[in-house]
């Protein structure tokens, strides 16, 4: 947070950052990011966008790794974005999202109460969501059958069945199974279900 402050040209948001984050977006980048990215890097607080009034949005979280590529992350509280929405603050955030959208943002909001009662599947969403931009993220010792089946199971957020991840790949479940094998084998993936036979799989964190 120092480093970003030091940086900031802009003094609306260096001033929003020094007044310090929100507690769901504290909550989500302990919880959620940190556990499986162990690291912060691309990752902007505040980051500011313009509305369709020429005015200033602020997104909880960027993500910005470079190549153009627009990641935004919010985290939504239960009481202003569930149980007291009235209808003009409901049109304005669908406003929000549209504005998002047209811009080429990709758009992930995850429910403060997710981020409390259901860190593993929120660590998945993030997973899945690092794996929209970075593709490539496998490692260089696969072939690329190995490596799409990783980018695969990377891009959906629940376990796979050898059926699915063969009718995604085109090839034989005879044929998925030792990929899902070997990837098995160097600990990329587990059983997710199943003892003598395995049912489901999924990515590791």
């Not at 940190?34 to 997104?59: A, S």
């Not at 080429?104 to 995850?110: A, C, E, Q, S």
């Amino acid at each position: 947070m120092a480093a970003l402050i030091a940086k900031e040209t802009n003094p609306r948001v260096r001033s929003r950052i020094e007044h310090g984050l929100e507690h769901g977006t504290l909550e989500f980048l302990r919880s959620v990011w940190f556990p499986v990215m162990k690291n912060f890097n691309h990752l902007y607080p505040e980051w500011e966008v313009r509305d369709f009034h020429n005015g200033y949005r602020y997104l909880d979280l960027a993500y910005l790794p470079g190549n153009g590529v627009k990641g935004g992350i919010e985290i939504q509280g239960y009481g202003p974005h569930a149980r007291d929405l009235d209808v003009r603050r409901f049109k304005d955030l669908c406003w929000r999202h549209c504005l998002l959208t047209l811009e080429d943002w990709t758009f992930l909001p995850i429910a403060y109460l997710s981020i409390k009662d259901e860190p593993k599947q929120c660590q998945q969403l993030v997973l899945a969501f690092i794996g929209k931009f970075v593709s490539s993220d496998v490692p260089p010792s696969l072939n690329w059958l190995d490596a799409e089946a990783v980018r695969y199971a990377r891009r959906i957020v629940r376990p796979f069945t050898p059926s699915e991840l063969a009718a995604h790949l085109r090839v034989s479940n005879v044929h998925t199974r030792k990929i899902l094998r070997n990837l098995l084998d160097q600990q990329i993936v587990y059983a997710a279900s199943g003892n003598k036979r395995y049912r489901t799989y999924a990515l590791r964190s």
